[in-house]
């Protein structure tokens, strides 16, 4: 009898894990299981994709790769390619992406990579799917869905998230087009509060994200990005911290979302980027993991970091101090700034300079990758790769 129960319990199949705990959602039914020889009903979650996602999400957080974000909307890819000297065209901007795109031996490092809707539907010029370049390497093809950041009324000059309304039928057209991933970026000003009402606000629309996502076949990134600014101390971005990411479980467990077909994209736990003083890698390190390890449970297959203006090669080393020693999740990178500044730099637009552009997207992968490993050092880094990125009141 007690065996029986064991044998249920600790069964680490997907299809099992989707018996778990949840909530009842829509639609769902309820089964049984033996525990302490007693008959115990247990809910079940109704997800066609659940095998899917779970796979989707091991994929993506598989050791020694992480996700090269390349989704900047046209109006930021055109601060990009302005500051090479370019026009913001939809050929400029096709041509950028087939450069990152086609990098031969992008997939020992990449795992996912996350594009604009534009880049979802483009073609290499001679006519190959950008989708199908990245399956070539093994990388899971990713979409932005969110609608971007509207001032939020009665809070105190911050933001809400847009882009709910019609996300299931714009994700059955991902799907169809090949996205498994997706990624939801809302923001937290530190400076401006964080009001109660836009981390509340910032947590439910997460939520209500992941789960459409999920029920759609798509494993939804969650990113409540704390912004850099203000000159706040470390201890000050660790509170805020704490509070988000305790209310953003909070809703993503009543949305009955599947914490196994997540990924988290957190900030680095980091002083203000006006501080008078900088933290060490050993310090960021150890603030981030903490409070990760306070909030985030160890269900959750993997955190992948944004950048969020450090320079490449501090995000690395952030990175780097994280992978010391073992951690519940895979602790990897989904940089956009910090994976192609010295790109865009290389590549000035010029077509002579497109491989030498893609081989400086091989240094920074690998040396992300080696920082997911832990092994990474910065011997031998250029000056470029240390610029830091910061601007102030970024848009994405
Ligand atoms: P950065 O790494 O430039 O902060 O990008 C964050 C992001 O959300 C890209 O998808």
């Not at 969110?146 to 009665?154: A, C, I, N, R, T």
């Not at 994200?209 to 409540?224: R, T």
């Not at 077509?351 to 040396?367: F, G, I, S, T, Y």
Request: with cysteine; hydrophobic share 40%; aromatic share 8%.
């Amino acid at each position: 009898m007690a065996s029986t129960s064991l044998v249920n319990l600790n069964a680490s199949s997907s299809s099992w894990i989707a018996q778990q705990s949840f909530n009842p959602p829509r639609g769902s039914s309820s089964s049984s299981v033996r525990f302490a020889g007693r008959r115990v009903a247990v809910p079940i979650r109704a997800g066609a994709y659940t095998d899917e996602l779970l796979q989707t999400a091991k994929t993506i957080a598989s050791p020694g790769r992480g996700i090269l974000a390349i989704d900047e909307s046209n109006a930021t890819c055109g601060k990009r390619l302005s500051s090479i000297g370019l026009d913001n065209t939809e050929t400029n901007r096709q041509a950028y992406r087939q450069l990152l795109l086609t990098t031969p031996g992008l997939g020992e490092y990449i795992s996912g990579a996350i594009l604009f809707e534009e880049t979802l539907y483009q073609s290499t010029t001679d006519g190959k799917k950008f989708v199908d370049c990245l399956l070539a390497e093994n990388i899971v093809p990713g979409i932005k869905v969110d609608k971007g950041l509207s001032p939020l009324p009665g809070s105190n000059n911050e933001s809400w998230c847009q882009g709910l309304d019609g996300l299931a039928s714009r994700y059955a057209e991902y799907y169809k087009q090949g996205a498994r991933f997706a990624k939801w970026r809302t923001v937290v000003s530190i400076p401006c509060g964080p009001s109660a009402l836009a981390v509340k606000e910032a947590a439910w629309g997460l939520a209500r994200y992941a789960a459409i996502s999920q029920d759609n076949g798509l494993v939804p990134i969650v990113e409540p990005e704390i912004l850099l600014d203000g000159d706040h101390p470390i201890e000050r971005t660790l509170e805020v911290a704490e509070h988000v990411w305790s209310e953003v479980f909070y809703y993503l467990a009543q949305n009955n979302v599947l914490f196994e077909g997540i990924l988290l994209k957190p900030s680095m736990v980091t002083p203000g980027a006006e501080h008078k003083e900088k933290a060490s890698p050993e310090t960021i390190a150890k603030y981030t993991l903490t409070m990760l390890k306070r909030r985030v449970p160890p269900a959750v297959p993997g955190i992948m970091f944004l950048s969020g203006g450090q320079s490449e090669v501090e995000a690395t080393l952030n990175l780097n101090a994280m992978n010391q020693s073992p951690n519940p999740w895979h602790v990897s990178f989904s940089y956009a700034r910090a994976l192609q500044n010295t790109v865009l730099k290389t590549w000035q637009g010029r077509p002579e300079n497109v491989e030498a552009a893609q081989k400086a997207l091989l240094v920074r992968a690998k040396a992300n990758s080696l920082a997911q490993l832990g092994k990474y050092s910065a011997e031998g880094e250029t000056e470029e790769a240390k610029k830091g990125m910061f601007v102030k009141g970024y848009t994405y």
